[in-house]
């Protein structure tokens, strides 16, 4: 019987078979590989007396492998699974507004490690007062949507079921429900980019309210002007919550000659609010906020239109896809 | 191949994502970790072929046999003829996490013989979808440029200049080449609007990058954007059938997609509550094109372009328009490809495995 193990051939993990004869053939396969398929993929080394098998595509592990030598099985060997910790968590779901509209369309979930894809269909649930899942409730994630550095997934609720005149609402109407609440649950199993689970599953509670058809209308917020020549923030205060995700990217402030103004901004509350820090004390002249216009609410209505938009109504006519400004000048 | 800018180059694909053949046996692929296209030439070896039908059973179990890993460890995210040879091209990913590779493996109509085909070292062009981040800070889609570059913009009695970068496609869910551009359908991970993007290929030095937004209205009640999940061009490319996130199937025309206008599609079916589409084929039978759309739920639904172009916008509700085919055997396929000229190819998923069948198209 030949003398077969785990080793390494130059720098690359391969299985090492010694005492082999020159004309011998050495297959190897996957355990679960039936017969008739083909045998993986890689080169047959020589290395002294022994050959080694280097496989094109790395070994897998957990993964059981067949070694097979002129047809017949030489050994089985299982590619070691290491035992990893769990050490990657939910850091937060957004939105943290306590209460959403029946209309709302989409959350974020933040790990604080790189994730593996894959799971968020069978680890992502919505859960209804009495604990039972949604089902149907969230769009099916052929795509799973990652940032790109697969920290924060984006789910989206079921739109068909959302968009008024489609047959998803019309058949199975809102996933949500006025007045009851439900749970947004990340199973502990989802797994990072290792392979690891989480080190606990995580969840968070949301009441529903009415619906949201309006247009995000910055001319609707209130902003606070900070002191001049100080460093405090500007502050904005949004008339309802607005997108986690599109806040990071969609306001900013030009300082008097129209250059941004450097600093560090952070999202309030409930993300009702946000604010900027400069890095250097404003100016006593005229700021600008500048709004894009992409930026949307909880339910996915934008500043230049609403989400679905009934035709009957004239004021939910789109508006031109521009920015908004918003003026402020430091006391 | 350096009439189309390939040069010999690495491909180098961190995600499998959609495929579809262009011209002169080019494949395009998206890397959806990247947000990049790669056009590759696969040098496919195979000679020219006739119609027969090809099929494999377990074709996943192949894949996952030769990649030396368990069919669970296998992805397959997409399927393409080679318009000569008609060998088969699957994207797929092995793996997850840390350790996924992304695989562009190739199967041999003659002999279902499996191989992975070679990315390194390949005439290659690519194309970046994403916008670059700022230097200064990649959460930012407004800036305020130092030089002339972007939009001038008033506010009082101040002008400024803003760059407003377009739509962040997180990922990509289908493409396909007409006429000398490449079309891309993309879902955001942040705003939900529709955006289809219209490359010009050969890929310039500068990506010709035109955003065209698109809209469907429902019963004639409602209108809305949302994401194109998946597309199929149709009429010697002039129009386009395209699925939504939220399942109607609505039309335009090629030729109505410039920049800087809305685009409003006409709904002609929806796929039904709790469905989702999954891919589009089109083909030609008895002198008539026809299209074929996957989805979730139901069998092949099949629609006739003819009753395409003669029904007016669906304006009450309505269950899927066309032959829905609801037999046992035309469900769970999740991808389609034009094998020949008689043939359609089904990524079929049936009995714990996952099969590639030839479907007749004289028999749909």
Same mark, same amino acid.
């Given at each position: 019987m030949a003398d077969v193990s785990w080793s390494r051939c130059g720098d690359t993990d391969c299985i090492r078979v010694g005492r082999l004869t020159g004309q011998a053939t050495l297959q190897v396969r996957?355990?679960?590989?039936?017969?008739h398929l083909p045998p993986m993929a890689g080169t047959v080394v020589p290395d002294g007396e022994d050959r080694c098998f280097v496989p094109r595509f790395a070994f897998v592990d957990g993964t059981t492998y067949r070694v097979v030598v002129d047809g017949v099985t030489a050994a089985v060997l299982v590619r070691p699974r290491p035992d990893l =910790?769990?050490?990657?968590? $939910?850091l937060e779901i957004r939105p943290t507004a306590t209460e959403v509209p029946r209309n709302f369309l989409r959350f974020y979930v933040c790990f604080s490690a790189p994730m593996a894809d894959g799971y968020a269909a069978a680890h992502v649930r919505l859960l209804d007062h009495a604990g039972e899942p949604m089902a149907g409730a969230l769009l099916p994630t052929e795509h799973e949507l990652w940032d790109g550095d697969r920290r924060r997934l984006t789910v989206l609720l079921d739109p068909a079921r959302i968009k008024r005149g489609l047959v998803g609402h019309r058949e199975t109407g809102y996933p949500l429900r006025s007045g009851a609440s439900f749970r947004v649950v990340v199973d502990r199993d989802f797994r990072d980019a290792r392979g690891a689970p989480l080190r606990a599953g995580a969840d968070r509670r949301y009441e529903v309210g009415g619906d949201e058809r309006r247009r995000v209308e910055p001319e609707g917020w209130s902003l606070s002007a900070p002191r001049s020549h100080s460093r405090e923030p500007v502050v904005v205060r949004f008339d309802r919550p607005l997108d986690a995700a599109l806040l990071g990217r969609c306001l900013q402030v030009a300082g008097p000659d129209g250059r941004r103004i450097a600093g560090t901004p952070e999202l309030g509350p409930e993300e009702r609010s946000w604010r900027l820090a400069p890095e250097e004390a404003w100016a006593p002249a005229a700021h600008q906020l500048l709004v894009d216009p992409v930026l949307e609410d909880l339910a996915g209505n934008s500043v230049s239109r609403v989400f679905d938009r009934d035709l009957s109504r004239r004021e939910d006519d789109p508006e031109v896809d521009q920015l908004v400004t918003l003026a402020f000048r430091p006391h | 191949m350096s009439e189309y800018g390939l040069v010999i180059g690495r491909a180098a694909i961190g995600s499998a994502g959609p495929i579809a053949f262009g011209p002169a046996g080019i494949l395009f692929l998206a890397d959806n970790t990247a947000a990049k296209v790669f056009a590759v030439d696969v040098a496919d070896p195979g000679p020219a072929s006739g119609s027969e039908p090809f099929d494999l059973e377990n074709v996943d179990a192949h894949v996952a046999s030769f990649l030396g890993c368990? =069919?669970?460890? $296998? $992805? &397959?995210r997409d399927l393409a003829v080679h318009p000569g040879s008609h060998n088969v091209y699957l994207s797929v990913q092995r793996g997850h996490g840390d350790a996924a590779r992304a695989v562009l493996v190739r199967i041999d109509r003659l002999d279902a013989s499996v191989t992975d085909v070679p990315l390194v070292d390949v005439p290659m062009a690519q194309v970046t979808i994403a916008d670059a981040p700022a230097e200064d800070d990649e959460r930012l889609d407004i800036t305020l440029p130092q030089g002339d570059e972007g939009e001038e913009f008033t506010f009082g009695e101040r002008t400024i200049r803003i760059l407003r970068r377009p739509i962040?496609?997180?990922? &990509?869910?289908d493409m396909a080449y007409v006429d000398g551009a490449l079309l891309v359908a993309g879902l955001s991970n942040e705003e939900f609007s529709s955006k289809l993007r219209r490359i010009p290929f050969p890929?310039?030095?500068?990506v010709v990058d035109n955003n065209l937004e698109i809209f469907h209205v429902s019963h004639g009640k409602w209108e809305t954007a949302a994401p194109i999940r998946t597309f199929v061009p149709y009429g010697g490319g002039r129009s386009i059938l395209a699925s939504y996130t939220c399942t109607p199937v609505v039309h335009f025309e090629l030729s109505d997609l410039t920049p800087g206008t809305k685009v409003v599609g006409r709904t002609v079916a929806e796929l039904g509550a709790m469905n989702m589409p999954l891919d589009m084929v089109s083909f030609e039978e008895g002198g008539e094109e026809h299209l074929l759309v996957a989805n979730s739920t139901h069998g092949l639904i099949k629609i006739a372009c003819r009753d395409i172009d003669a029904q007016p916008a669906l304006t009450e509700p309505r269950e899927p328009i066309g032959v829905p085919r609801e037999t046992e055997d035309l469900k769970g396929i999740t991808r389609l490809a034009n094998l020949n000229g008689s043939h359609v190819l089904a990524l079929q998923s049936a009995n714990g495995g996952t099969h590639l069948r030839s479907l007749k198209t004289a028999s749909l």
């Open positions: 996957a355990e679960s590989a039936a017969a =910790p769990a050490t990657t968590e $939910v | 368990d =069919p669970g460890d $296998v $992805v &397959i962040r496609t997180a990922t &990509i869910t890929f310039g030095g500068e």
